[in-house]
């Protein structure tokens, strides 16, 4: 079955190059400029859907060139003073698109403020039974509930982290990893999962109640 997957790109820190390969072999539905990340969109060539945000970030000439070159984008314009961030808004509209996977590049650089909201904002998708993936040049960042297998030529580098966003992840068992783990309870200000790597062609993480946080990393 064809999945529906959402694009959202946002104004943090976006590798062309790294961009520009990964763009080339992905297919997307819809596609949601967020803000600053439409520059990015623009330099990359992407065909847009929406362009969304308080414009603060973004030359305002080219949120005009957009409107009167593109009649087919739909541009929400809103006021910088609001309870949620852009990326916020992007997420909500691209769960509204009924998809089944949201991808997000531009959600993490320099401002570790926005990059751990962005990484909190995952949890909408997760609640609606979405997969939602950040990814920038070094990570692939993402949450889950429930076990998970990971396939090693899959992985987006050589290290996998595992860390909890809940206050408990209860019984995590971990195969098929360098170190591995039995029936063991993670907490809030755990760094036991930080830098694991997956030995076997395919490992499992298995637990039983909780949300753990998974970053697929590189140096």
Do not use: C, W
């Amino acid at each position: 079955m064809k999945q529906n997957r959402v694009l959202i790109i946002t104004g943090g820190t976006i590798s062309r190059e790294f961009a520009g390969e990964y763009l080339k072999n992905q297919k997307f539905d819809t596609v949601i400029a967020v803000d600053g990340g439409l520059v990015n969109a623009r330099n990359l060539g992407i065909p847009i859907h929406y362009i969304v945000g308080d414009f603060d970030s973004v030359p305002r000439e080219l949120i005009d060139y957009y409107r009167k070159e593109y009649k087919s984008v739909i541009i929400k314009e809103y006021n910088s003073i609001k309870d949620a961030t852009d990326t916020h808004i992007a997420i909500d509209l691209g769960m509204e698109q009924n998809g089944d996977e949201i991808v997000i590049l531009g959600a993490t650089g320099t401002r570790i403020d926005h990059t751990l909201a962005n990484i909190h904002l995952l949890y909408l998708p997760l609640n609606k039974n979405m997969k939602a993936f950040i990814i920038d040049e070094h990570n692939k960042i993402y949450l889950i509930n429930k076990n998970t297998t990971i396939y090693k030529n899959k992985l987006h580098g050589p290290f996998l982290s595992l860390l909890p966003f809940t206050e408990e992840v209860t019984e995590v068992t971990l195969e098929g990893f360098k170190y591995p783990l039995r029936n063991h309870t993670m907490k809030i200000g755990d760094s036991l999962g930080v830098s694991n790597e997956v030995v076997k062609e395919r490992a499992n993480i298995l637990f039983k109640e909780g949300i753990l946080v998974v970053i697929e990393a590189k140096d």
